[in-house]
């Protein structure tokens, strides 16, 4: 798993049931979960982009009322309260968003597998970037999670990413494969082949 995994959870996003089926299987040892550490950081400067855009809408609004304001037989409460709603309803969001991502950081840390970002890690992200020409973030979390691949296991690895225009490329999928581990683009995907 890698960030979107988090995200899904937290933000009880389109694919969040399927991703609460994984993470129960993970609690009752059905599967093991990986998850690369540098993913972690990654969702909380989600969260602080999404707090960004959301003070840029709420200044932009401001902005628009304010401009309404100065028209004859504007209700001045009506504007002014609509102010104060947009406000109100951003600021929670990003209370429960924030809340929730740490709960489900603190749950993922009790049963997952935290992939470390070492040296190892670092030197695979490089060679990885430049040869499947992924972004320095992506390239971290495929060296983490090609890194982090258990060997000679019979299990069935599984690298699942909502991310399929940086990770499904045939050469990345092949790098995968020789690790016995396929890649899929949907948490659905992954429940439905793992039965659950």
Known sequence: MESNFVLELAFVQQEHSACEKLLLAAETGQIHL????????????TLGSRRTERAEVERFVRQEIKLHLREVGVVTADMESLGTLLRDLLLARTEVQTANLFAVTAKLARIARLLPLTTEVVEGAQQAQLRHSLTPQD???FASVYAGIPDNEVAENIFVSRNEADFKKPELLLELRSKQCDYLSSFEAVVGRLRF
């Open 34 to 45: 990986f998850l690369p550490v540098y993913s972690l950081p990654e969702v909380f400067q």
């Open 139 to 141: 390239a971290l979390v």
